[in-house]
């Protein structure tokens, strides 16, 4: 249901309007009277009028047709005030109050049976436990909070009522506005994922902006977010980032996955932007809403003063950005402007002898630059020009050029007099050059995220393997762990693996050897371990003919190590040694996400390198090519000092397979495929832990 009533209403009931001020109902009744033009309706069966308007005892018995309704009355009233709603056909609510989720068991019961109403009757609810919605557009404050914002086109919604207040608060200060601003509440029925999509198509609307505490619908957020943010950025706050992750893992892909491992990922791969601090959470709001992203990473600096200017240069490294070479004509144009103590050289450093116009002309000749793909336009207070004559040439720049302009004009006070003009122009401000460059970075940044391709992940399993057959076979062998017994299955589905024979003695193990020349790889064969070097159960490098002795002497180390007499040794498995890197993809499975994939560096230090990156899966092969990428270790694996490097595609087909194989067959919920040992010839799966649940 669209949700274009819920923030353009024409008539609003407020239900549980106090007349005691202070409390809620009551102060959003004042809001509502305050800004808002279309007709407010209290109802309070205590009371005859409110503020001169008449006082309804139901909403029922309000003679117009409702759009929105504000329920503020207490929790265990708020399933019969909506079932009243719905009898009228109020499609939009609003509960402000509070004792749901948050207050516990008896919370929960109550908010599962009206969430579960409004589903089902079509109701667009926000809240409970919200502090409202804002709507500057049709000039409705539907909340609680004590100020109205300014008019903008960021989209704001929060989780956290506390922190809806503090922004307002401040946003008011800093003179930033919002298009909508919503606290979301306990997000019963709608969530970030509906205003995502409503936002989205919202023509004042240019950027979105979120504080979140979790996300309940993983895979739909990742879907929604993903289409989004083709055209509108998205900037998310998301708190909780520490938490430790299960510690029940058996396998080196569970133990590595924090709970934030999922949010990480799916943030990445759907390209929204997230960030640490509420100060990046609006720096990158006003630029993203104020200007459009540029052709190249290449920027160019102006500035009157040489030491911002270079503090300038060094934030383009740290934050991916780069210094533009300046083309011929521009420099020839400079040195008309430029007195002789100026460098020409970008960061371009006029000195405080610049005036007025040779600013100007400055500016106009790196705009026109085509090496320049932006500009950062900076001043220290100067006695020769001020800031609103500054704010006025920054002004005129944007008129004409398309390429955004960052302003670091800096100082306590002085800016103060050229914000008006600033925001007027669209131009952001930034105190700080190196805010102001990481501000431009993640508009860049969102440049590369709206020229992609959203690329949905392809079929990439054999079709004619039945996985859920082949799944339950294993299962009715092993209670709930798979070791290299399934490797078969891997191979069937095109995942190169080590060539492996078991011996269940040592005269068999004599014989496998008799056929094989090169160097061999003994592991011991037991249902019962899961680590098997923890145990001395590996042996690398045996010779053939060593292989009697080796066999004996293995499982004679595994039996001491353990300390246990009823161990399950069932025999040794005898691999081919297999030479190259050391990688892992792994699976695990997140709540709220799903399966989760994860590729790094592997071998048996995966969990003290912890240089992996998680995708939820599945995952396109772009995105798998981009998560190998990321690791730290990726040169080594490009190749190092003219080393060949190696087989990084048939890597991202692994990682593509091992993604779908985790979609089609929940039973997996956890799965190691470490190492696989990989070179420039291709990869090898030598060892294999699975944790299958029913
Ligand atoms: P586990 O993880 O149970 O201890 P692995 O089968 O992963 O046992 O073996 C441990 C280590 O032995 C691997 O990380 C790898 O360094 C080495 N290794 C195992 N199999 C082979 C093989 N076929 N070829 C080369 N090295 C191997
Ligand atoms: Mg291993």
Redesign the pocket.
């Given at each position: 249901m669209s949700l274009s009533k819920l923030f353009h209403p024409s008539t609003v009931a407020v239900i549980g309007a106090s007349r005691k001020e202070g409390q809620v109902g009551r102060e959003v009744f004042t809001n509502l009277i305050d800004t808002f033009p279309g007709d407010v309706f209290p109802v309070n069966p205590k009371a005859d009028q409110l503020e001169g308007l008449k006082c309804y005892d139901s909403v029922t018995e309000i003679p117009e047709e409702i759009d929105l309704a504000v329920i503020a009355v207490p929790a265990g009233i708020v399933p019969g005030v909506l079932r009243e709603c719905d009898q009228v056909g109020i499609g939009n609510v609003i509960v402000v109050s509070g004792g749901f989720k948050e207050v516990g068991e008896k919370g929960v019961e109550l908010e599962r049976e009206i969430a579960q109403f409004a589903k089902q009757r079509g109701i667009n609810m926000i809240g409970p436990n919200a502090i409202g919605v804002i709507s500057t557009g049709s000039c409705l404050n539907a909340t609680f909070a004590q100020e109205m914002a300014l008019p903008g086109n960021i989209s704001f919604m929060s989780q956290s009522g506390a922190f809806c207040t503090a922004v307002l608060d401040w946003a008011n200060e800093a003179g930033l506005g919002f298009n909508h601003f919503v606290s979301l509440g306990n997000k019963a029925v709608l969530d970030e994922v509906d205003l995502i999509r409503e936002w989205d198509v919202d023509e004042n609307t240019s950027v979105i902006l979120g504080y979140l505490e979790g996300i309940d619908r993983g895979s739909e957020f990742i879907q929604a977010a993903r289409e989004v943010t083709q055209t509108t950025p998205i900037v998310v706050v998301k708190s909780g980032k520490t938490e430790v992750g299960a510690s029940a893992a058996a396998s080196h892909t569970g133990t590595l996955a924090g709970s934030d491992s999922a949010y990480q990922a799916a943030f990445e791969q759907s390209g929204v932007i997230r960030v640490d601090t509420i100060e990046e959470l609006f720096d990158f709001g006003s630029i993203l809403a104020q200007q459009s992203p540029p052709e190249s990473r290449k920027v160019g600096i102006l500035t009157n003063a040489g030491g911002p200017g270079v503090m300038a240069a060094d934030a383009l490294e740290k934050y991916g950005l780069e210094l533009a070479e300046l083309e011929e004509e521009t420099l020839e144009g400079l040195g008309k402007v430029l007195s002789a103590l100026a460098s020409r050289k970008n960061p371009i450093d006029l000195t405080g002898k610049a005036n007025e116009e040779d600013y100007r002309k400055a500016l106009d000749y790196v705009i026109e630059d085509d090496n320049v793909g932006s500009v950062l336009a900076m001043s220290a207070p100067a006695a020769i020009f001020s800031y609103p004559q500054l704010a006025e040439i920054l002004a005129e720049a944007r008129e004409k050029t398309d390429k955004p302009i960052v302003g670091t004009l800096m100082g306590g006070k002085l800016p103060d007099a050229a914000a008006e003009s600033l925001k007027e122009a669209g131009v952001p401000n930034y105190f700080d050059p190196d805010r102001a460059v990481r501000a431009l970075s993640a508009l860049v940044d969102y440049g590369d995220v709206s020229k992609k391709k959203v690329t949905s992940p392809d079929q990439v399993l054999p079709e004619e393997v039945d996985l859920e057959a082949e799944v339950r076979a294993l299962a009715e062998r092993a209670d709930g762990m798979i070791g290299l017994e399934g490797l078969g299955l891997l191979s069937r589905l095109g995942i190169p693996v080590?060539e492996s024979w078991v011996a269940r003695s040592a005269d068999e193990a004599a014989a496998i050897a008799g056929e094989l020349s090169a160097q061999l790889?003994l592991?011991v064969e037991s249902p019962d371990i899961?680590?098997?070097?923890?145990l001395g159960g590996?042996k690398?490098g045996v010779d053939p003919e060593e292989v009697t002795v080796e066999y004996e002497e293995l499982l004679e180390t595994v039996r001491e190590n353990s300390g246990s007499s009823n161990l399950r040794l069932e025999g040794v498995r005898i691999?081919?040694?297999?030479k190259g890197e050391?990688v892992i993809v792994g699976v695990n499975r997140d709540p709220q996400f799903g399966p989760l994939i994860m590729f790094g560096l592997g071998?048996?230090y995966v969990e003290v390198l912890k240089d992996v990156a998680f995708r939820v899966a599945p995952v396109s092969r772009p995105e798998a090519e981009k998560m190998i990428k990321s690791i730290n270790a990726y040169p080594i694996l490009e190749g190092v000092r003219g080393g060949p490097g190696v087989d990084v595609d048939a890597l991202v087909d692994i990682v593509q397979k091992v993604g779908q194989l985790a979609c089609e067959v929940p039973e997996v919920s956890e799965l190691d495929l470490?190492?696989i040992?990989v070179d420039s010839s291709g990869p090898r799966v030598?060892?294999l832990r699975m944790r299958l649940t029913q």
């Open positions: 080590v790889v592991k899961t680590h098997k070097s923890d590996v690398v691999q081919e040694m297999v050391e071998g048996i470490n190492p040992i030598v060892d």
